[in-house]
């Protein structure tokens, strides 16, 4: 087997790396499904290393179709033209080579079955898998300001029942296949069947995708260096497949990993339908644990309800003012209500003036927003998919259209625009100020900045608008879309308490109205940290206004980190050498003006995965579970509740448990089990405390009998 390449030489090639994607919150995020999108190369479409899987007519969908990265990077002036500064594209590393389907093509031209994750597909690149198509995208994008997401697939390689039956590669040396496992890089489990069981969603497969097992040190370094390569090579973010369905203790020493590379930004995909999700307190337990956010599936649902099937704006409401109380970030979740795996909205409702009201939503709304690509083209196919009318591979249309005049395009333009100069839409607090079934008006504000936002997403009915507040200050704000959705001006009075009575009006059908004030800040105020939780030597930036550019100080507690680089709206520094915990950083200006503090979290040390196992634990009930719980912050310094104990563990051989923990390297930890049950009482094993040596690279595991 060849070896796994060094972590030490690939961080070594981060030193110079320019420090730029650690604030994510003012990005708008163009999604492109790579190969449907341009072919800017027409010599990669058919290459020698996986032929016969290009359909040059685009009529066998689960072909390649030869959109490719040099198309990407001949678009960019129209991308940049709508507003958009990241833009997140398909799994770009090397896929399965041959044809899954027995007559016709099924090829990944989506880009999520890996089979080497150490170099480029050659069909997006070029025939010798190189990085020159990569780089040459990523230059072109950072000199036009932009940013680059990578998608990457942790939880799989390719389907283990067709074509290479799961093959994995390093660069091109054969590691393992589902059939030709020895060193057990796989799980070899049957498919999900249940997706509330947080073991089978961790450990079996997902749909016929050969599930790789994350606690194996050679996957856990493979993983990890990948990352590390695409960094190397200037990637700004990770967009991670699947996160639901990873080993979820593993994924925080993975993040880990990213951060102590380089800065980044990572989301990840973890699919539910709305707040009542049965495992919907996991996803904001390991939000705001994990150093990694999340796709917002619940805001998904509630705005392809509202302004697909006409529901109530009532269910936007609650759903934004559930997860505001549950994340500790939630400007950081990662807003769409379009992708890859679902039906476009106007395959749900054919409305233009719809999927626009929804457009303006998503770009002033709590949350970093995606525009998927095609949308603002308004373009769809009703075609029957796997799930339904317009979906896989229907919603993964052509590009068929670069006209920029569409009014999609156009308010894009403009409201990308307002997210970039107004701090209240990436970093502001949110508050419905009026709401009927039809109209919404909501309002974000930071310090002094506002912008006001009124829907009403009725085609023929106008509505009177009446005891309408704002924060706006007093005078008369036009519409800052310019009547593009039919908006108007709006005249706000002085009031008291943050509450300026507005004057009555009428709101127009299918109207957005957006008002906004903006004015640059006199004392420093702090909107945005990241990453949000690391270890000391972490390098780590704090934005928002007013910072001054003369250097001030950063403080944990009473201790001063160093400053690495200090502007009037960014500064980045390196994390203390202080205890692990909790702790809210205070930003200070050169003389001493202090900001509003902002939480982050120390950690001990780097992290190491660590699989903990409890034979014949306390005997459960339905709805109890075994968690563990330690002396250091990586095990929840001691938590007894759901939120801050570590776990569930698992116990497919129930009474033993056990559970993949991210723990400080090379620190002596003591912890024990617990039985928080669903009553709420809370049972611990008796006798001293266990106490464990975390390694100091690499994967371990430890095994312990529950103390009665």
Known sequence: MQRIPRPLVIACAFAGMTLHA???????????????????DTTNDNPAESPGLFDSTHTQWQAYWGGDLAGIQQKLSYI???GATAIWVS?????????????????????????????????????????????????????????????????????????????????????????????????????ISNYNDRYQLQYYTLEDLTDLNQENSTIDAYLKSAAAQLQTHSVDAFRLDAVKDVTWGWEYSFANAVYNNAPSFLYGEWDQSNASD??????YKFANNSGISLLDFPLNTAIRDVFGSNTNFSEIDSTINTENANFTYPNDLVTF?????????????????????????????????????????????????????????YNRVWMSSFNTGTSAYKITTKLAALRAANDAVGYGTWKQRWLNNDVYIYERQFFNDVVLVAI???????????????????????????GLQSGSSLTVSAGSGGNNPATNYTIAPASVSVWQYQVNATTPEVGSIGP??????????????????????????????????????????????????SYNVQLKNSVGTAANTIAFTVLTAKLIPVTFTVNNANPTNTGDYIFVAGNTVELGNWGTTFQTAIGPMLDPNYPNWFLNVSLPAGTTVQYKFVDIQANGNVVWENGANHQYTVPASGTAAVTVNWQY
Not at 384 to 391: A, I, L, N, Q, R
Request: glycine residues 10%; negative net charge.
């Open 91 to 191: 799994p770009v590393v090397n896929n399965e080579n041959l044809n899954c389907a027995t007559s016709g093509i099924s090829a990944p031209y989506h880009g999520y079955w890996n089979r080497d994750f150490m170099n480029i597909e050659e069909h997006f690149g070029d025939n010798s898998n190189s990085f020159s198509a990569f780089d040459s995208l990523v230059t072109a994008m950072h000199s036009n300001g932009m940013k680059i997401i990578v998608d990457e697939a942790n939880n799989h390689s390719n389907p283990d029942n067709c074509g290479e039956m799961g093959s994995l590669y390093n660069n091109g040396t054969f590691m393992a296949a589902s059939n030709n496992d020895p060193n057990g890089l796989f799980h070899h489990n049957p498919d």
């Open 22 to 40: 650690q604030d994510f919150k003012k990005q708008v995020i163009y999604q492109v499904v790579t190969d449907r999108f341009f072919d800017g």
């Open 456 to 482: 009403n997403k009725n085609d023929t009915t106008p509505y009177a608008i009446t005891g309408l507040n704002t924060a706006l200050p007093a005078g008369t704000y036009t519409d800052y879309l310019g």
């Open 337 to 393: 209500f379009d992708s890859q795996d679902e039906s476009r909205l106007l395959t749900i409702n054919d409305d233009q003036n719809r999927l626009q009201e929804a457009m303006a939503f998503l770009l002033t709304g709590r949350g970093i927003p995606i525009i998927f690509y095609g949308d603002e083209q308004y373009l769809f196919n009703n075609s029957s998919g796997s799930s339904g009318p317009g979906t896989d591979p």
């Open 532 to 581: 949000r939780i690391g270890q000391p030597g972490m390098t780590v930036t704090i934005a928002g206004d007013g910072f001054g550019n003369a250097t001030g100080s950063v403080l944990f507690g009473s201790t001063t980190a160093t400053i690495k680089s200090w502007s009037n709206s960014s500064v980045t520094f390196t994390v203390p050498s202080v205890t692990n915990g």
């Open 80 to 82: 940049k033209g709508m």
């Open 278 to 283: 049965p495992l919907y307190p996991d996803s």
